[in-house]
């Protein structure tokens, strides 16, 4: 099946600094990706959808200028948290959707984010 | 605008029982329904999915749900389970139309299997 690859699987960084997440369809070209955010023991907030080539669209009460989102070429969307604070710790996953293909979002592995 | 409610946040099965985790959604328009499952520390891998047809679906690591139309539900049901079943089950919809296709989950169901 569709592989979607996320980078870094984990990471920790001290309050203050920013952290960019990359999501690469790594056999297929996704013009739309989207990016949610896990609370422990919670389901899938979706975050924002990524289009390339133009301005993600950011769902209601997500800060667009904390979470910037950039989809630059057909297999990559990568997402910036900017400014990390501890309540920004969270589990990230990206999803891809294949163009042509209905029904199904392939889901990247998940990125941890842990804010010091 | 659709919704969905998982109505059990956690259910224990002895390993080799069956199980069903229940699913019913909300909608105002026709839609495709999903089940997903979560591992620990990663992401969602899809179960099964109904887009059109037969109200039974036949997914991965053998397990089945039916679509339910006059219920609005979508259970997912396993005869047999195994430990290596412990896991997060998320059950999701989405309309069938063109562009971008954003899933609605539900809470997720904790399906934990004792031996």
């Known amino acids: 099946g569709a592989v979607v690859s996320q980078h870094p699987s984990w990471v920790i960084c001290k309050s203050g600094t920013s952290v960019k997440i990359e999501c690469r369809s790594l056999d297929f070209q996704a013009t739309t990706m989207f990016w949610y955010r896990q609370f422990p023991k919670q389901s899938l907030m979706l975050m924002a959808t990524?289009?390339?080539?133009?301005?993600?669209?950011?769902e209601q009460g997500v800060e667009k200028d904390k979470f910037l989102i950039n989809h630059a070429s057909l297999t990559l969307s990568t997402l910036t948290v900017t400014s990390a604070h501890p309540e920004d710790s969270s589990f990230y996953i990206c999803?891809?959707?294949?163009?042509?293909?209905?029904?199904?979002?392939?889901f990247g592995e998940g990125s941890r984010l842990t804010v010091l | 605008a659709q919704s969905v409610t998982q109505l059990d946040s956690q259910v224990p099965v002895f390993e080799e029982a069956p199980v069903e985790l229940r699913c019913n959604y909300s909608?105002?328009?026709?839609?495709?329904l999903f089940w997903y499952v979560q591992y620990p520390n990663q992401g969602l891998q899809l179960l099964l999915k109904y887009l059109s047809g037969s109200t039974l679906v036949k997914g991965i690591n053998g397990f089945e749900a039916e679509f339910n139309k006059s219920q609005t539900s979508f259970h997912l049901r396993k005869p047999s389970v195994h430990i290596s079943d412990t896991a997060e089950y998320f059950c999701a919809v989405r309309t069938p139309y063109q562009g971008a296709q954003k899933l609605v989950f539900g809470q997720g169901t904790r399906l934990t299997i004792n031996p």
């Open positions: 999803s891809a959707q294949r163009e042509g293909l209905t029904g199904e979002l392939f």
């Open positions: 909608s105002s328009v026709s839609v495709y």
């Open positions: 990524s289009n390339e080539g133009s301005k993600a669209t950011y």
